[in-house]
Each structure stands twice: as structure tokens, then as C-alpha cells.
């Protein structure tokens, strides 16, 4: 079926008899739509040559047509689809525009996919409560009982800082409900507090949280959102890392820590931003748009290949095991795509090497290094389960040394939710000199408070060289 074929399909609605009958099912009751919510597998969709506005302005249903067939390939069943006022046309949509928004509906469903639809972005007039009005029943009309639709988020990142912002809201959700009564209406923000804020002030069915902070310490940040929002449900309606301001492992490791806390938490819907890169130019002009990060969300680059996030986010919805690579423990990742990452590398770097490797063809070495009071120089990561106060840890390397002095060693160190550090465990050091290959392991109970683990492997005042090679990490 070609995407224009798509284009005509009617829409599947349920009528308001049917439910009046007592014949609705899951689907078309609010409690159903709710529980499908909360566990969707939704990814945030712009094409990657037309961000944002620009996605509606330039819109190609051929383009949108394959990536929805990636992203559901990729496992996702839900996506978000994010309207703007200023583009539909104000208070009365373009028609040209609402038979858009329709036929990506029906793009979404061809590919077994619900549609979340976001309103009201790039938009602030919060004192025309009326054009608002005319605006929203207009755009829900035809979705009323369309069982595609799977929730209304009122605003993306509304700022309930504002006063204005909120009396808006709290007057809208009704308008929202009443155009669409069995659909989930939510509002999304991005900081705890801000959260916190909007419960106290608007009622929605559930709760849209944006995670970009700390993936380390994702859970105790997590905990704290649904707390915030308790007893509503919370969902993930965005996480992501850029690929600008770090690596394509990084972004991997990032995400897969972020579903691992999610799932700990017991929040069942994750919805990474953004299937995507985007090119040069797609975004339209905005702040947005001057930033770089923004660019480079995506789990595919615009060449359409994936990176090493798309295996995470295809495994997480799988419910299987994380591709072997995603922690690099054998230092056998391409350039670019580890999550290690130095520490205090003015006093020496660790680099990889093919010279000397335990297993495979890589292993990372360390030479001639400082040591200061704030430390040893050290190649680092964190793991991909989550931090709890009470786990007992074991990590352990192999090492081998020609003309070592100083210290080697593998490390634990300790971080609370507000990355404040707790201590840490050194395992035994590599004997001075020239060794083969020699196991280094440290056991450590986490501490109390503690939210991240850092495993190090650290190499100081060594006038010599180190190998490291085959690292390995347990939690019980």
C-alpha cells in the first residue's frame, strides 16, 4: 500500500452509541487507552529533513511512510505526532493542514502504530481561552472515537513557573476532554520541581516527564518524579543524549541506563528523542535551531544508518539482553562508540592499542603518568544497573605491566543523587615491573545514599606501561 492509498482511508472511529450501548472495549474506554499509555512503545518523530514546523510545511508522506516502518521495525508501537498553531492556521485550522495531521494518522496505523498528539507547540497566547477553544475542538473533531489515537498532551514543556501558563491549562484540559472524552490528556515537563508545580495545580490523567539529566543517577531522579505526581501515573514521553556533546557509546549507554532505572521504578512507557538526526537546515528558525546538540538525538543518522542506540532502544522493547557491546568491556567498540571516558587526563591518558590484548584485538593502556592530590589518572564508566544503597559490587580487570611503578588498579567510587561523592574501593595493585596478565578485583557494599558507581581503571605515578583488557562487573 502506497502512502496516497493511505491517504484515503477513512477514518476508524467508534461512534458514541457503541460505547452508549455498553459495547466499548479497552480501547475506547479512558481506563483502557490509560493502561495502553503507560506501557507504549513510543518514539518521538520528526523527518529528518523537516524538524519541528517544518515537518508539516514540507510535508512528505513517502519520507514519513519509511520511517515509520523503521520505527516500528524498531519495535515501537506509538508515536508522537506535534502540531503547532501557528503553521494549522489560528483559531480555525487550514484544511490543507488537518488533512496532513490525517494522513499521517493513517501512515501511523498502516504500521500498527497509535498516535500521540501534542498541541499547541511554539505557541503562547495564553489570554485567548476562546481561540484556544475554537482551535482544539477543531483539531480533535475527527479523532473524537478514533481508537489510533492513543493521548492528548495539552502543550510540550508548558512552564509552570508561568501564572498565565496555568490558568490556561486548567481552563483547556475540559475543553480537551470534552472534545475527545475517552482519550488520556497530559501535560509534559522536564524538571522535578516544575512537575510538582503542575500537580498541584492541573489534574490530568497522567503525567508526561522529559528526562536529559544525569543517566547515572537516573533512578533516584525517577523516584523522585513519581513522587511528585503519586498516586497519577508517570510516563518517559522524552530521553535522549546528543551525539554532538557525546559519543554514539555514550548515547548508547545513556539510553540503556535510563530504561534500566525506568523499569526498576516500575514507569513502563520510555520514548527516546528522536528516531532521527537531523540535517543541516531542517530546523526551522528558532533557538532550537542555533543549537547543535539539537541536531544529533537521533537513533538513526540522516544517512539512515543506526547507531549502536538503535540496538539499545530494539532490545529494551524487547525485553532482551542488551547488545554485548553496549559497556565496551573488551575495548573492542569502533572509534567513537565507547562509553569510557578519561579522568584527569593532564596526568596521563589511556588510549587503545592493538599491541598487546588479553582477548580480541584491543586492549588500553596507560603510560608515564602523574599522580596529584586530587588522584590517579583513569579510564572510567558506570554500569548499566542502577545504583541501590545495600548492593554488594564486584568489578575486576585484567592488567599486565612492563616497567610499572606506582599504583594500578581497578576502583569503585561512590556518588549520592546529588553527585556529591561517598568514597569508593581500590582493588590490590599491579605488582611493580614487567608481569603478564594479572586479575585485579574490588569488592565494595554500596553506601548509603548512594544513587551512581563509577568503575575506574586507574594508573598513577607510573613511569612505565600498563594494559588493561577484559573488564567485568556483578551485583547482587
Same mark, same amino acid.
Given at each position: 500500500m502506497t502512502a496516497a492509498m493511505i491517504a484515503t482511508l477513512p477514518l476508524m472511529t467508534v461512534p458514541a452509541s457503541a460505547t452508549a450501548a455498553g459495547t466499548a472495549t479497552a480501547a475506547t474506554t479512558l481506563p483502557g487507552r490509560l493502561a495502553t499509555v503507560t506501557t507504549a512503545k513510543q518514539i518521538n518523530y520528526y523527518p529528518s529533513q523537516a524538524g519541528w514546523s517544518r515537518m508539516w510545511t514540507d510535508f512528505d508522506p513517502d519520507t514519513i511512510d519509511a520511517d515509520l516502518a523503521k520505527a516500528a521495525a524498531l519495535g515501537a508501537d506509538s508515536v508522537r505526532a506535534i502540531v503547532f498553531p501557528s503553521v494549522?492556521?489560528?483559531?480555525?485550522?487550514?484544511?490543507?493542514?488537518?488533512?496532513?495531521? /490525517?494522513?499521517?494518522? #493513517?501512515?501511523? !496505523?498502516?504500521? %500498527?502504530?497509535?498516535v500521540k498528539l501534542t498541541l499547541?507547540?511554539?505557541?503562547?497566547?495564553?489570554?485567548?481561552?476562546?481561540?484556544?477553544?475554537?482551535? /482544539?475542538?477543531?483539531i480533535l473533531a475527527p479523532y473524537r472515537y478514533d481508537t489510533r489515537i492513543i493521548a492528548i498532551g495539552l502543550q510540550n514543556e508548558l512552564d509552570p513557573t508561568n501564572a498565565a501558563a496555568l490558568a490556561w491549562a486548567k481552563k483547556l484540559v475540559p475543553v480537551v476532554r470534552d472534545a475527545a472524552p475517552n482519550i488520556p490528556v497530559t501535560i509534559s515537563v522536564n524538571d522535578v520541581a516544575n512537575l510538582a508545580k503542575l500537580k498541584a495545580a492541573v489534574a490530568v490523567d497522567y503525567y508526561d516527564y522529559h528526562f536529559y539529566g544525569n543517566s547515572e543517577r537516573a533512578l533516584a531522579e525517577l523516584r523522585q518524579a513519581q513522587a511528585a505526581v503519586a498516586p497519577v501515573p508517570l510516563v518517559l514521553g522524552e530521553t535522549g543524549a546528543s551525539t554532538v556533546t557525546?559519543? *554514539?557509546?555514550?548515547?548508547?549507554? @545513556?539510553?540503556?541506563?535510563?530504561? *534500566? &532505572?525506568?523499569?526498576?521504578?516500575?514507569?513502563?512507557?520510555?520514548?527516546?528523542?528522536?528516531?532521527?538526526?537531523?540535517?543541516a537546515g531542517a530546523i526551522p528558525a528558532s533557538g532550537v535551531a542555533q543549537s $547543535? /546538540?539539537? @541536531?544529533?538525538?537521533?537513533? @538513526?543518522?540522516?544517512?539512515?544508518?543506526?547507531?549502536?542506540?538503535?540496538?539499545?532502544?530494539? /532490545? &529494551?522493547?524487547?525485553?532482551?539482553? @542488551?547488545?554485548?557491546?553496549?559497556?565496551?568491556?573488551?575495548? *573492542?567498540? !569502533?572509534?567513537?562508540?565507547? $562509553?569510557? +571516558?578519561?579522568?584527569?587526563?593532564?596526568? %596521563?591518558? &589511556?588510549?587503545?592499542?592493538?599491541?598487546?590484548?588479553?582477548?580480541?584485538?584491543?586492549?588500553?593502556?596507560?603510560?608515564?603518568? %602523574?599522580?596529584?592530590?586530587?588522584? +590517579?589518572?583513569?579510564?572510567?564508566? #558506570?554500569?548499566?544497573?542502577p545504583v541501590q544503597p545495600g548492593q554488594n559490587w564486584h568489578a575486576e580487570v585484567w592488567a599486565r605491566g612492563n616497567a610499572a611503578t606506582g599504583a594500578t588498579?581497578?576502583?569503585? +567510587?561512590?556518588?549520592?543523587?546529588?553527585?556529591?561523592?561517598?568514597?569508593?574501593?581500590? +582493588? &590490590?595493585?599491579?605488582?611493580? %615491573?614487567?608481569?603478564?596478565?594479572?586479575?585485579?578485583?574490588v569488592d565494595q557494599v554500596a553506601p548509603a545514599g548512594a544513587a551512581s558507581l563509577q568503575i575506574h581503571l586507574k594508573s598513577g605515578d607510573n613511569t612505565g606501561t600498563v594494559w588493561f583488557d577484559d573488564v567485568a562487573m556483578t551485583v547482587s
Open positions: 494549522f492556521g489560528w483559531p480555525t485550522p487550514k484544511p490543507e493542514y488537518t488533512t496532513k495531521l /490525517a494522513q499521517f494518522v #493513517s501512515l501511523a !496505523a498502516a504500521h %500498527g502504530m497509535t499547541f507547540d511554539w505557541w503562547d497566547g495564553y489570554t485567548d481561552i476562546a481561540g484556544s477553544t475554537t482551535w /482544539a475542538n477543531a557525546n559519543t *554514539e557509546g555514550e548515547q548508547a549507554a @545513556y539510553l540503556a541506563r535510563v530504561f *534500566e &532505572a525506568a523499569k526498576v521504578a516500575g514507569i513502563e512507557s520510555v520514548a527516546p528523542w528522536t528516531l532521527t538526526d537531523f540535517a $547543535p /546538540a539539537q @541536531y544529533k538525538f537521533g537513533l @538513526y543518522r540522516t544517512d539512515g544508518a543506526a547507531k549502536p542506540a538503535a540496538g539499545v532502544v530494539r /532490545a &529494551a522493547w524487547a525485553g532482551v539482553a @542488551y547488545p554485548s557491546s553496549v559497556l565496551d568491556l573488551g575495548f *573492542e567498540n !569502533a572509534a567513537g562508540q565507547t $562509553p569510557w +571516558s578519561t579522568y584527569l587526563p593532564e596526568l %596521563g591518558v &589511556a588510549t587503545k592499542t592493538t599491541a598487546v590484548a588479553r582477548s580480541g584485538k584491543w586492549s588500553v593502556t596507560m603510560t608515564n603518568t %602523574g599522580k596529584t592530590p586530587a588522584g +590517579s589518572p583513569s579510564y572510567r564508566v #558506570s554500569p548499566i544497573v588498579q581497578i576502583a569503585l +567510587s561512590w556518588f549520592d543523587a546529588g553527585n556529591r561523592w561517598l568514597g569508593g574501593a581500590s +582493588s &590490590a595493585s599491579l605488582p611493580p %615491573g614487567t608481569t603478564n596478565w594479572t586479575k585485579l578485583g
